[in-house]
């Protein structure tokens, strides 16, 4: 007679519910995944605490995370209030905080505020300038003559050497000396010239300028002060005669020599004209004096120490 065995029960394989990988039935946790088996977590005190404790960590993170949050927050919103740089110095614009990624997702940010630019101070208004004090208006200037314009100063005709020479058309000469002496600028130096006074002493001192020259006056240094100058001008040849129409007569001196002027000569002015002969003619002599004795009767003398003849 056949003995039955008891049948005895195989332990039944069970399937991973993540990835449905075989699992044995005292397998707690699925070697494939990781996942736990079904019923074993919440079936082991052990597991029950260790879960109390993640979800612990878990919470203290969140706030450690949100207070951080709030801190940096707190933060920024100081520097967006604070007063905005002076207008002189460079304004720089802070940048936003940035936070650290925390393991948990973020709650999205507000928007970052910027701080906004102090726009710069209103000009001030110009000052109204104060208006002019009332003037009298001045009195119209009286039109004044403007002065005559102040002549040139004459210029002396340079004569040259032998031009003065004794002009006696009527011989009345008793003697003589050298004509050059009038005219040298030497003041030791005299032309003297001795006639005969009956009518008169009738002779003259002829320069000769050869060529027509602007003349206007005439200084003469006599050393026999007291005869009568008359000065006469030709514009060409010297005339034959002094009463010759071609002589004009330009002006006469009585008691030639008593006016004396700078350096003891004498001025005698007259129409200007251009004139090539300049005949200074002695019409009458002088007083008589100390120096006429021993002379013949008579005669008379005449001393010409300087001569000058300008324009």
Known sequence: MAVETPETSTPVDRACPSCGSAMSPDQDWCLECGMAAPGRLGSRAGWRAATTIIATVL?????????????????????????APPSGAPQVAQAPPTTVPAPVP????????????????????????????????????????????????????????????????????????DPSDSYDGNK?????????????????????LHSAKQVGR????????GFTLEIYGAKAALPPDIL??????????????TQ????????????????????????TPPPAGPADAGEPAGTSTVGISEVRILD
């Open 106 to 177: 973020a709650p999205v940010a507000p928007p970052a505020t910027t701080s906004t630019p102090t726009p710069p101070p209103a000009p001030k208004p110009a000052p109204t300038p104060a208006p002019a004090p009332a003037t009298t208006p001045a009195a119209p200037a009286t039109p004044t003559t403007p002065a005559p314009p102040k002549p040139a100063a004459h210029q002396t005709i340079d004569l040259g050497v032998d031009v003065a020479s004794v002009y006696d058309p009527d011989h009345a000469s008793v003697d003589q000396t």
């Open 260 to 283: 004396k002027g700078k350096d003891g000569l004498q001025q005698i002015t007259f129409p200007a004209g251009r004139y090539r002969h300049i005949l200074l003619w002695l019409a």
């Open 244 to 257: 010759d129409t071609r002589w004009h007569h330009l002006s006469e001196t009585k008691k030639a020599g």
């Open 59 to 83: 919470l203290l993170v969140g706030g450690a995370v949100a207070a951080s949050y709030a801190a940096l927050n707190s933060k920024a919103q100081q520097t967006a209030a604070a007063p």
């Open 218 to 225: 005439v200084y003469v240094r006599t050393t026999t002060p």
């Open 188 to 208: 030791k130096t005299v032309f003297t010239v001795t006639t005969t006074t009956d009518p008169s002493m009738g002779i003259g001192l002829d320069f000769d």
